[in-house]
């Protein structure tokens, strides 16, 4: 699952750049502020939404819900391990120290 949501992640975020790149900005109708007749008056000076800010909000809370819902499971504790089972099989053995001979005191030559 987390793999299908990462996957998920990383195509809305990319198709959130696209969709971002491709509006227009803000001050490409500059004139329309300063009351040309290309202002849309009925929805006041900003204009009514277009279907690419429609479609940026929605990729937007999409890329929103994914990362916290990858977060929230990267947070819970995992229910496996690699180490799951590994003692179990066989019982673990130490090795043999090897033998220790007593220091015997050399005597001395006459």
Known sequence: MTIALTILHVVVSL???GVVLLQSGKGAEMGAS???SGSQSVFGAGGGTSFLSKLTTSAAVIFMLTSLTLAYISGQPSSSSMMSGKGK???VQTPAAPPVTPAVP???QK
């Open 34 to 36: 300063f009351g040309s």
């Open 106 to 108: 050399s005597q001395p």
């Open 15 to 17: 198709f959130l750049i």
């Open 89 to 91: 099989s066989a019982p």
